[in-house]
């Protein structure tokens, strides 16, 4: 895990390094966010709120014909989810049941590196930035904690091979935007990271839990078990070109917009007469 963090922070630097006097910027994040498990078959769960992130980022910012910017992000994020794995039902005066849910509540660590596309426009002579971004995410999954409810059973998650995936991959979007001061920029940004790997081995690789401990509440692992979270952090980067971005200066050629004659020839008779 350490030799995957140094590479990524060499690569980083090596981008950075040759031009560091042109269009990059190098800056932290740190905030709150909110995550769940997408199970299928379809699970009662609910959304675990307050996880921590933090991390860095590097930009590209390219002229405007290439719609701008483009970057790499190294975060550290805390994620997971809290599962109904029991509940007690009781009916009401209309005959319905009404279930009451016990949670098993699990949190996890990872290492995400998501690869960045941001579009942004600048206003207020170029003091403000308001982005888009969408981005290509991998991640490492490591450590936790697990959590019952109703009995207060707690402890140090157990990962294993046979049941957890570690290594996961997804999509992030989001926006945001940024107030420019001299050579930095403070702002706020919002995205959402969309799992596709589970989080979980199916059932056709892991079936029966008999043998695990109690981190482990599934009688059955679900058949998909993406994860999602939501974030919301504060931003700030440092630009190394003092004078500007080259976008700021950036005036397209301007077109020959001088007139031009049309000459309508009109047709001449070739007849003898």
Do not use: C
């Not at 991390?55 to 190294?74: E, K, M, N, Q, T």
């Not at 046979?162 to 920029?185: K, S």
């Not at 959402?192 to 690789?205: I, P």
């Amino acid at each position: 895990m350490k030799k995957i963090i140094q590479y990524t922070l060499l690569a980083l630097l090596m981008a950075i390094a040759p031009g560091a006097w042109a269009q990059h910027t190098l800056g932290i994040t740190g905030g709150l966010g909110a995550s769940t498990a997408r199970f299928y078959p379809k699970y009662e769960m609910k959304p675990l709120i307050g996880d921590m992130n933090f991390g860095i980022s590097w930009r590209y910012y390219s002229l405007p014909r290439f719609v701008g910017a483009v970057g790499v992000d190294l975060e550290f994020m805390q994620r997971g989810f809290s599962h109904g794995y029991s509940y007690s039902s009781s009916i009401d005066d209309r005959g319905e049941e009404i279930r009451e849910y016990n949670f098993y509540t699990r949190h996890l660590n990872s290492i995400m590196l998501p690869i960045v596309w941001q579009p942004h426009v600048y206003l207020a002579k170029n003091h403000v930035r308001l982005y888009l971004e969408a981005a290509l995410t991998f991640s490492y999954n490591f450590g936790g904690d697990y959590k019952y409810e109703d009995t207060g059973i707690t402890g140090p998650y157990d990962w294993r091979l046979e049941r957890d995936n570690r290594w996961n991959y997804g999509l992030a979007g989001g926006g945001g935007f940024a107030l420019l001061f001299g050579r930095y920029e403070l702002g706020v940004r919002a995205r959402y990271y969309f799992g596709y790997a589970d989080l979980m081995r199916n059932m056709n690789k892991y079936y029966d839990n008999a043998t695990d401990g109690a981190e482990n509440p599934f009688l059955t692992t679900p058949l998909r078990s993406p994860i999602d979270n939501l974030n919301l952090s504060v931003t700030l980067a440092y630009r190394f070109n003092k004078e500007g971005f080259e976008e700021w200066f950036y005036k397209p050629p301007k077109r020959d917009r001088s007139s031009k004659e049309f000459r309508f020839q009109q047709g001449t008779s070739t007849s003898g007469r």
